[in-house]
């Protein structure tokens, strides 16, 4: 309204420019100061348009400042991979005994080599540094399998990188590298992230660095098919592959949450994308830097949905919490009094409106801690007291290093107790599993490959990790000796020279 009748006015005025008077008019007589209705009009109009202009400054938020503030210490991660491949080792399920004697002779006469190939790959993906020494966190998937790490930084260095530690679980992984006086992001809290708040993604999509994308907090707590210790952050911010590891910013320039993941039916962007909370990842993160490897709380329940006729037969007025449907012996539930028919309303403080959300809930506590917990029993409400326990397959996940007096491994490889259904599973009895290869060592130079089970070292069987150091040290100084590993289904020897000196 007010727009149309300053147009109507100006309009008007212009018409008449014969019968408007001068701004300043001098006389003899007299000092008058006439304003003619244009310029009444224009001061009128010009504190409402810096009103409007005010209006549409703020409205939409501007990022030119975080990406210039924040964006040298986001990082492009290069990996190079390498997965192996049979060569002939005959057809699967043919059994050459019962073919004609001709066809039986050629297959016999192939080569019958039943090493692994090695098929080298590489990737990328983002991460963001944070501690001035050299500390990155990105996605566990982004490292999965990497022989040969790099990180990019700002000045268009490229370092190689060690791996500190991953957590599958959680998607996050800790890298190293070696420089100090980094730029570092702000770390922000992810518990008072808001639905429909302003954030910002900066990574390298599809390998174009430092490309910033933005968007709004789309929804909170949404759980994923197979993550279920991670309550992700879905924002409608574009994420495409590349992406992964890099941070996701608020409006303040602190870090919320680890990008993770996107919903596509293409594999491009389609709109939901999906962010690992900060305050999960730095949890995990320490745990990572502090011992290589990650505990979650376990609370020894299985749970369901409640939906509206559950709500009901339990005498809830809504769908909410998650009934209890089974509790495990000498669990922390079993211990904290839990039962079979509970409906567990709220975790440590904090609601659960879905069965879904209690395990991100239980998996963030620290091992040990006691919290509370609000259940409804026979339609009462009582509280319970529970002490967190570590989930058993994150304590057989602990995985220890073959050292020596340097502090470093003469294998050159970093191993860990192999599980007992893992060796069952390859039809072998004992071994220990690699998880990380030094590229500069003796193993990487025998062809050791992270995810190999080394079964023997000179001819002498490996059944644990001491075992396996007590043969390193044992080992002739600067000559060849057989290592065997079981590399998938296919055991493997490899000539392996460790030098002492």
């Known amino acids: 309204m007010i727009t149309v009748f300053i147009t109507n006015l100006l309009a008007s005025s212009n018409t008449e420019r014969a019968r408007q008077l001068p701004l300043l008019t001098n006389t003899s007589q007299t000092n008058v100061t006439r304003i003619t209705i244009k310029t009444l009009l224009w001061l009128f109009l010009i504190p409402f348009l810096a009103?409007?202009?005010?209006?549409?400054?703020?409205?939409?938020?501007?990022?030119?400042?975080?990406v210039e503030t924040e964006g040298d210490a986001v990082v492009k991660i290069s990996v190079v991979t390498e997965s192996g491949h049979d060569g002939f080792s005959g057809i699967p399920g043919l059994d050459l005994e019962q073919l004609p004697e001709n066809y039986r002779r050629f297959f016999e006469q192939l080569p019958q080599n039943r090493d692994r190939q090695q098929r080298r790959g590489t990737g990328f993906g983002s991460g963001f540094i944070v501690d001035s020494d050299g500390y990155v966190i990105t996605n566990a998937h982004v490292v999965e399998g990497a022989v040969d790490i790099r990180v990019g930084l700002h000045d268009r260095r490229e370092l190689r990188a060690t791996l500190v530690g991953t957590d599958k679980s959680s998607d996050i992984a800790v890298l190293k590298v070696d420089a100090s006086d980094l730029p570092v992001v702000k770390i922000g809290d992810s518990d008072n992230i808001k639905v429909g708040e302003w954030v910002l993604a900066i990574g390298s999509p599809f390998g174009f660095e430092h490309t910033a994308t933005q968007g709004i907090v789309s929804a909170l707590s949404r759980s994923l098919?197979?993550?279920?210790?991670?309550?992700?952050?879905?924002?409608?911010?574009?994420?495409n592959p590349g992406n992964s590891g890099g941070p996701l910013f608020n409006t303040k320039g602190e870090v919320i949450g680890v990008n993770s993941q996107i919903y596509s039916r293409s594999g491009g962007y389609q709109g939901l994308s999906f962010s690992i909370p900060i305050n999960v990842a730095m949890s995990i993160a320490e745990q990572l830097r502090d011992t290589g490897y990650a505990t979650r709380g376990w609370l020894g329940v299985r749970i369901q949905n409640v939906d509206q006729d559950?709500?009901?037969?339990?005498?809830?007025?809504?769908?909410?919490?998650?009934?209890?449907s089974e509790v495990t012996s000498d669990s922390p539930a079993d211990k904290a009094g839990l039962q079979a028919g509970d409906i567990i309303l709220s975790f440590n403080g904090k609601s659960v409106p879905f069965s879904s959300a209690l395990p991100p809930l239980v998996g963030v506590i620290k091992p040990g801690d006691t919290v509370s917990s609000e259940i409804l029993r026979d339609g009462n409400r009582q509280t319970l007291k529970v002490t967190i326990e570590p989930l058993e397959s994150d304590v057989k996940r602990v995985s220890a290093s073959v050292k020596q007096g340097r502090g470093s491994s003469d294998l050159g490889a970093v191993v860990a107790p192999a599980q007992s259904d893992e060796l069952a599973k390859l039809g072998i009895e004992?071994?220990?599993r690699v998880t990380e290869v030094d590229q500069d060592g003796p193993a990487a130079?025998?062809?050791?490959?992270?995810?190999?089970?080394?079964?023997?070292?000179?001819?002498?069987?490996?059944?644990?990790?001491?075992?396996?150091?007590?043969?390193?040290?044992?080992?002739?100084?600067?000559?060849s000796v057989p290592l065997l590993v079981q590399r998938g289904d296919a055991p493997i020897f490899l000539a392996i020279t460790i030098a002492k000196s």
Request: negative net charge.
């Open 310 to 324: 559950l709500a009901e037969s339990f005498g809830l007025t809504k769908p909410e919490g998650a009934l209890v």
């Open 51 to 66: 009103v409007t202009k005010s209006f549409a400054d703020t409205s939409l938020p501007n990022f030119s400042a975080l």
């Open 430 to 432: 004992h071994g220990v």
């Open 225 to 239: 098919p197979d993550d279920t210790y991670v309550p992700f952050i879905q924002t409608d911010v574009a994420v």
């Open 445 to 479: 130079a025998a062809g050791v490959l992270p995810g190999d089970i080394i079964v023997s070292l000179n001819r002498s069987k490996v059944e644990s990790v001491t075992q396996l150091e007590s043969l390193v040290d044992d080992a002739p100084d600067n000559q």
